[in-house]
């Protein structure tokens, strides 16, 4: 292809290029496509929105790529939606590369106008060409070129056909002498249209006045909002303009302009696209009778996400035992016998320790859980599960996709948190998150069976789960009435099965496994160090006994808990065997009674989760909502605990 | 609401009926004068038109042909066929768009 890459990030791009389009076009596989393994994967600036850029070198061009999220429509209905335009109207990119697909042209041409209205360079680039073909779509690119006045690339990007010539004509449009045709709306809205562009000259806006007339007339809130600052006036014109054309349809001024839009495309579409023979029914189609039955889906959805579970919990406990025991003592023994052992060599040990604890965190854990939900949702079988339980994850306030985080969550809550990335919107990303923090994850069940489980029978174990899964459920239905934001109906597309793309997963995998080490990795190894550190300097009996009133008085707790809780913030296994060390004793019964273990269980389930969650959901839902999430959970820990320690004593288990 | 396989014509798309604001009354405008600038005396509906646009962004519209491919379990979420892409709508709204039924499979 005569593509080579480089990562010079310093330096000015000669061109930059922003990829917009919507979610299952093959975006993501064009923007690897271009750039290979010289990318960035970071958050959008004050943000927890993935911004993906890169950079490659073509024909003595330095090119950047920006990836903008997959979005439906350039309204402030969502985050990445305020993103994209944000990012198209004021950082102005040299070109936009609109990627559709081209089996379904009509719909993504309304997404295309809107991008049109930003007045930006463009290239429309028809992907998944191989599959018009296959469905007997001929798309004349040529009359499409003349009716947009935009370049027209098609492509098979799953083959990497066409994808020079994207950066072609991008290079071709970013010499500018470009303009793209305005296409007209119908006569009453374009009238008005005018008049509030005309009203609109006089002021300073940073966005195009077109496309400025056309938000105030769809009563967008953030456009509204700058032009009232400037001339109130215009407000009151577009005001009356909208009252005018909501009297003439019959409906709110933002479906006038939608359905013009919506218009518009299937117009242009109707020229451009020639219908041949019907599809036959699809292999994916007969998969989905499968995929969606109301018998056997369940079944299907229910072996694939045990076989997820196991594999990433199996096969990773494998993993895992390697890195914390094999590696470790062997690692400890260079350690202890190259710089001895003193009270500074212990501090130094606790960080290497934690660099361990991550890798075996990272290298069994997270790995293939990013890579198993890549590849579903890659392949489109994530969609099916979402339709299948959207109606039983309802209850807990959010959709359907949300079993998955929730089911990985009793393995290990980071990357339970980590697969919260598939639900679609902000708010929804958060509930999913607060519900898979506190599902109890192995290290805690290991704490469970070996108290409760071990002393008072698995009745109590069923018992204290059945208990937690209501507070899950209860908690997420309640959070989902306070957070701001309505529920959003459900609207989804149904993607059709694609063959995974193996390369771009393992890229996507790599590049988010890499950013997971920069964001978690500092915040594990300096709370493993400050708690050793607070060991060595002999602190944890005045963290006891200031912790004291909460644990003893309220709790009932031995006041040693203290420091066990403290420890449990490391890892929840430690739990049980800080315990035993501080009592002196492995036969808990000596030293707990039943109520102090149902007690000590409870706590534990609730309480903050362990500092590698807590690190994932800085990286993944920002600091202050970890930090409510996490004061949260320790406040219901403390109620739970309080208030189930008096009740089982009315029971009479003392 | 159409059958699982059935198609048909969409004729509108109501919008959603959503929050109560004040309405303007003895009571209410009594709230005002004393400075109870929120105070809410009964209900007045409001339309919500963000679903019906973000389901006209994706070409679900009055004059569309559109099918109903499946209906999911447990009262869950319609999947149905526009223009050649599918898309799954929850029933809530599903049962908003109003549909001539049309011949079949033509």
């Not at chain 1, 710089?339 to 069994?364: M, Q, R, Y």
Request: proline fraction near 4%.
């Amino acid at each position: 292809m005569g593509i080579s890459r480089g990562a010079v990030e310093k330096i000015q791009p000669d061109i930059r290029i922003a990829l917009a389009g919507q979610a299952n076009v093959g975006k993501s596989v064009i923007f690897n496509q271009l750039t290979g393994l010289h990318q960035h994967i970071a958050n959008w600036p004050g943000t927890t929105v993935e911004k993906a850029e890169g950079t490659l070198f073509y024909k003595g061009f330095l090119i950047d790529v920006v990836d903008l999220p997959g979005i439906y429509s350039l309204t402030h209905f969502s985050l990445e939606e305020k993103i994209s335009r944000e990012y198209i109207a004021r950082e102005r990119p040299d070109v936009v590369v609109n990627v559709v697909d081209a089996t379904t042209l009509e719909r993504h041409l309304i997404f295309t106008l809107q991008l049109l209205e930003l007045e930006r360079p463009l290239i429309l680039v028809l992907n998944m060409m191989d599959l018009a073909e296959k469905y007997g779509l001929e798309i004349n690119a040529k009359a499409l070129e003349e009716i947009l006045g935009v370049p027209v690339v098609e492509t098979v990007a799953t083959r990497g056909k066409g994808i020079s010539k994207i950066l072609d004509r991008a290079i071709e449009i970013s010499r500018g002498g470009y303009r793209p045709k305005t296409l007209r709306y119908g006569k009453e809205v374009e009238e008005r249209i005018k008049r509030l562009q005309s009203a609109l000259a006089g002021i300073d806006v940073s966005y195009p006045r077109r496309w400025v007339a056309i938000k105030l007339l769809e009563k967008d809130e953030e456009i509204r909002r700058i032009v009232g600052e400037r001339d109130p006036r215009v407000l009151e014109l577009s005001d009356k303009l909208i009252r005018e054309l909501e009297e003439i349809h019959g409906h709110d001024s933002s479906i006038v302009i939608a359905y013009e839009r919506a218009g518009l495309a299937s117009q242009i579409a109707r020229g451009v696209v020639k219908l041949g023979a019907p599809r036959r029914k699809s292999i994916g189609e007969r998969f989905d009778e499968l995929a969606t039955h109301p018998v056997l889906g369940y079944l299907l959805a229910l072996i694939i996400l045990i076989g997820i579970f196991f594999l990433i919990f199996g096969f990773g406990g494998y993993v895992a035992e390697f890195f914390e025991e094999d590696l470790s003592d062997f690692v400890r023994e260079v350690w202890i016998s190259s710089l001895g052992e003193s009270a500074l060599s212990e501090v130094g040990w606790s960080a290497v320790e934690g660099l361990l604890f991550l890798l075996g965190l990272a290298i069994p854990y997270i790995l293939p859980l990013y890579f198993v939900t890549f590849l579903l949702e890659n392949w489109g079988y994530l969609a099916r599960i979402s339709f299948l339980m959207d109606s039983l994850m309802h209850k807990a306030g959010v959709h359907g996709k949300a079993i998955i985080p929730l089911i990985l969550g009793f393995g290990c809550n980071v990357p339970a948190c980590l697969a919260s990335r598939v639900m679609d919107t902000w708010r929804e990303r958060l509930l999913t998150m607060l519900m898979a923090t506190l599902i109890p994850c192995s290290a805690v069940t290991v704490v469970v069976m070996g108290l409760v489980g071990r002393y008072l029978g698995l009745i109590w174990v069923a018992a204290l789960y059945a208990f937690t899964l209501l507070m899950v459920i209860a908690i997420g239905a309640a959070a989902s009435r306070i957070l701001p934001g309505e529920a959003v109906e459900l609207i989804m597309e149904m993607p059709s099965y694609k063959n995974p793309n193996l390369r771009v997963i393992l890229t996507m995998t790599w590049f988010r496994l890499r950013e997971y080490f920069v964001v978690a990795g500092p915040l594990i190894i300096i709370t493993g160090v400050v708690i050793k550190a607070l060991e060595i300097l002999d602190l944890l009996p005045i963290i006891s006994s200031a912790l004291a009133p909460l644990t003893a008085r309220w709790l009932g707790l031995p006041s040693e808990v203290g420091v066990i809780l403290l420890f449990g913030i490391l890892r929840k296994e430690l739990i049980l065997a800080v315990l035993a060390s501080l009592m002196g004793t492995l036969d808990f019964s000596e030293v707990l009674t039943a109520n102090q273990m149902i007690t000590l269980s409870l706590v534990t389930i609730f309480y903050i989760p362990c500092i590698a969650t807590i690190s994932t959901l800085v990286k993944e839902s920002g600091l202050k909502n970890a930090a409510a999430i996490t004061a949260f959970e320790i406040g219901l820990a403390i109620l739970i605990g309080g208030v189930a320690s008096r009740l089982l004593l009315l029971l009479g288990i003392a | 609401m159409l059958e699982e396989g059935q198609e048909g014509i969409v004729v509108d798309i109501a919008p959603a009926l959503r929050g109560s604001q004040p309405k303007p009354g003895f009571w209410n405008s009594f709230g005002r004068r004393f400075g109870w600038g929120r105070f809410r005396w009964g209900w007045r509906r409001r339309a919500g038109w963000g679903a019906v646009k973000r389901l006209a962004d994706l070409g679900i519209l009055a004059g569309v042909r559109i099918r109903v491919v499946r209906k999911a379990p447990f009262g869950g979420p319609i999947e149905v066929e526009v223009g050649g892409s599918r898309f799954m709508i929850g029933r809530g709204l599903a049962e908003r768009i109003l549909v001539e039924v049309g011949s079949r499979g033509d």
